[in-house]
């Protein structure tokens, strides 16, 4: 069964970086798509970038040239490094494992999910 394990987080000034690390302490038979999403106080949880099971990246667009997300091909693990930080980037991130290739811009019920860890971008 499928763990999810979340590290990183915390608290950084806009401009800066952050880099968020996932994996698998459970068993990990399958390779799954994995990816990022993330939630702020009142909104529901949104996508932020994922891999697909071929490796392909995928970013939404408000993160597109800032972020950049990669994924160990051989285990069920997956990075997110943040650059360039802006307050609406402060929510809560969740990393995400699947077996299909199909990411809805909102959260849907399915696959596995870590705990979450909070990013805050504020001066």
């Known amino acids: 069964q499928v763990q999810l394990v979340e590290s990183g987080g915390g608290l950084v000034q806009p401009g800066g970086s952050l880099s968020l690390s996932c994996a698998d302490s459970g068993s990990g038979d399958s390779i799954y798509a994995m990816g990022w999403y993330r939630q702020s106080p009142g909104n529901k949880r949104e996508l932020v970038a994922f891999?697909?099971?071929?490796?392909?990246?995928n970013y939404r667009d408000f993160v597109k040239g800032r972020f950049t997300i990669s994924r160990d091909g051989a285990k069920n693990s997956v990075s997110l490094y943040m650059n360039n930080l802006k307050p609406e980037d402060t929510a809560i991130y969740y990393c995400?494992?699947?077996?299909?290739?199909?990411?809805?811009?909102?959260?849907?019920?399915?696959?596995?999910w870590g705990q979450g860890t909070q990013v805050t971008v504020s001066s």
């Open positions: 995400h494992a699947k077996k299909g290739d199909t990411w809805p811009l909102v959260a849907s019920r399915g696959g596995y």
């Open positions: 891999v697909s099971r071929a490796g392909s990246s």
